[in-house]
């Protein structure tokens, strides 16, 4: 079956740097996505990865291994905006999103 | 309209009546879906839509249909609800249904969201 793991909750300090890590286990990989979900709303896209490597985005980084079936979320600087919940993706053999559980993210002062 | 908008905003049912969740967006995207988002689960994806006049369904489709009459609008209905079918509701569009590898895969944009309560 398809699988995707990521930490249920992680708690970081304002100003802080945390990582949140996701694994997974899908037919085929055409692409991982990060998504950002504050309570009550809708996902927002934050990062795509589909090759190896590190992409940045301001104080947000997301790292990709295709050969370890890995993936982080690296937020730096952290603030209280940054209290959400982070759901990892990835695109399947057939295009279809495969979703975690997500990361609910508590930023203490 | 600017994105993508959902009505209700949220529902409370009664099991076995028939329910329509709307869903419109304005940003001429081919690609729609429904997902269905439940506490301690991921986003499940219930049926989509690749482009206007065809539809599939998704990993969870049992009670659900849609329709794609045209590019803006894609309704999602249940026809009988039941109890476990309580849940939040998102849409979502996206300009293309995926490309290789390597490529801009594009990115799906979300509605936000119908909370429903089937009793």
């Known amino acids: 079956g398809q699988n995707i793991d990521q930490p249920t909750e992680m708690t970081a300090t304002e100003g802080a740097i945390v990582q949140i890590n996701c694994t997974y286990q899908t037919s085929g990989f055409n692409g991982l996505f990060w998504y950002q979900q504050h309570a009550g709303e809708a996902p927002t896209f934050l990062s795509y990865?589909?090759l190896d490597g590190l992409e940045e985005k301001g104080r947000f980084s997301s790292f990709l291994s295709r050969s370890k079936g890995y993936s982080y979320l690296l937020l730096k600087e952290l603030q209280m905006k940054d209290s959400a919940s982070y759901l990892c993706?990835?695109?399947?053999?057939?295009?279809?999103?495969?979703w975690g559980a997500g990361t609910k993210l508590i930023i203490k002062p | 309209i600017a994105g993508i908008t959902q009505a209700p905003t949220s529902q409370i049912l009664a099991a076995g009546r028939r329910m329509t969740l709307r869903c419109t967006q304005d940003?001429?995207?081919?690609?729609m879906y429904w997902y269905r988002q439940d506490l301690g689960l991921g986003l499940r994806l219930i049926h989509y839509s690749n482009t206007a006049g065809t539809t599939g369904k998704g990993e969870v489709p049992d009670g659900y249909s849609v329709s794609r009459a045209n590019t803006d609008d894609f309704p999602l209905t249940l026809a009988s609800a039941v109890p476990s079918q309580t849940s939040v509701y998102f849409c979502?569009?996206?300009?293309?249904?995926?490309?290789?590898?390597?490529?801009?895969?594009?990115?799906?944009?979300f509605g936000p969201g119908t909370r429903l309560t089937v009793l």
């Open positions: 979502a569009s996206s300009d293309e249904s995926g490309t290789s590898g390597g490529n801009t895969i594009d990115t799906q944009y």
């Open positions: 993706a990835v695109f399947d053999s057939n295009y279809q999103l495969i």
């Open positions: 940003m001429r995207h081919n690609a």
């Open positions: 990865n589909v």
